[in-house]
């Protein structure tokens, strides 16, 4: 166990370096905002299509671990969306409760701990899952809630609304460019390389900074919600920390029959908390947002003790 949570601790440590930072001050209110502006516009994508355009196109395609993680987090989704339609929630607000159940924080937290765990054969993966949460889940999500909040509007519309709210996303364009390019004959010249490494190499840190920031203004906010509240994010919470890793494995070693590593990763990603997309997803929309800001602060913090059993097992 005391390997496991040094291997955590520079992931976490950062984390709550962002945190403390904010209850204290030391940062202002806009940090987070900011400081995510960052890493979304510039860091991530630049490690995004790095990643892929110096990736050769047969270790991009891995058949069973896109199944694994893709069916695993799509019955998740539709497992807590069929929950809180029984519950009486709007589509909307179903949607985005599934999301949150569902949507694992590989850009901010995955990239970093797999890194630390796995060693650089895990950035691929990490990139296909972030593709995966990103470009599949996002777009269901927004489907969704467009056809909850907008059933009177042609579906083309709808569909165009999600076209545009997808592939405007930094994080969906830059990989995909990095995949164009890898298919051509070319290399990045060595200037452009150097620029490019420099912003990734800040991805993790300032992403992880980033998400205690959030977290800390998340906790705030936290004070201010009932038991019914509370109860629906612990829920979540629940699915995205045991439900959806204990799914993953299963198909992993017991459908696929997955090369152990590889495995692995799919299982840890899939374990992983829930990223702040949902919640901002929920402030787009303009849709209660308590329950999303509490499964992301619970599913961090909770995640220290969940991360450290599944490593155990590596």
Excluded at 263 to 282: K, N, V
Aim: aromatic residues 12%.
């Amino acid at each position: 166990m005391l390997g496991a949570f040094t291997i955590l601790l520079p992931v976490f440590g950062l984390i709550a370096a962002g945190f403390i930072t904010r209850k204290t001050g030391v940062l202002g209110e806009n940090a987070a905002s900011e400081l995510n502006r960052f890493v979304v516009w510039l860091a991530l994508p630049a490690l995004l299509f790095d990643i892929m355009a110096n990736s050769h196109w047969s270790t991009l395609f891995k058949a069973d671990f896109i199944s694994v993680y893709l069916i695993a987090s799509g019955v998740v989704f539709f497992g807590i969306l069929g929950w809180r339609l029984k519950q009486g929630r709007p589509l909307a607000d179903a949607s985005i409760d599934g999301i949150a159940a569902s949507y694992s924080n590989t850009g901010y937290v995955g990239f970093p701990l797999l890194f630390l765990v796995f060693g650089s054969s895990s950035q691929v993966p990490t990139t296909i899952a972030t593709i995966i949460v990103v470009c599949v889940l996002f777009a269901l999500a927004i489907m969704l809630i467009e056809s909850g909040l907008q059933a009177k509007v042609a579906w083309h519309l709808r569909a165009l609304n999600v076209f545009n709210a997808v592939f405007r996303n930094p994080l969906v364009l830059a990989p995909i460019a990095g995949m164009a390019f890898a298919a051509t004959p070319y290399h990045l010249p060595e200037g452009i390389e150097t620029f490019l490494g420099l912003l990734a190499d800040a991805a993790s840190p300032c992403a992880l900074v980033s998400l205690g920031l959030f977290l800390a203004d998340a906790s705030a906010q936290s004070q201010k919600g009932a038991g019914s509240v509370r109860s629906t994010a612990f829920g979540l919470t629940a699915a995205k920390l045991l439900v959806q890793p204990l799914l993953a494995a299963w198909l992993a070693f017991g459908v696929f029959d997955m090369e152990r590593e590889l495995a692995m990763m799919a299982i840890m990603l899939a374990a992983l908390p829930t990223g702040t997309g949902p919640f901002m997803l929920a402030e787009f929309y303009r849709r209660e947002a308590l329950i999303t800001a509490q499964t992301v602060l619970f599913s961090t913090t909770l995640s220290l003790f969940t991360l450290s059993l599944l490593l155990l097992y590596i």
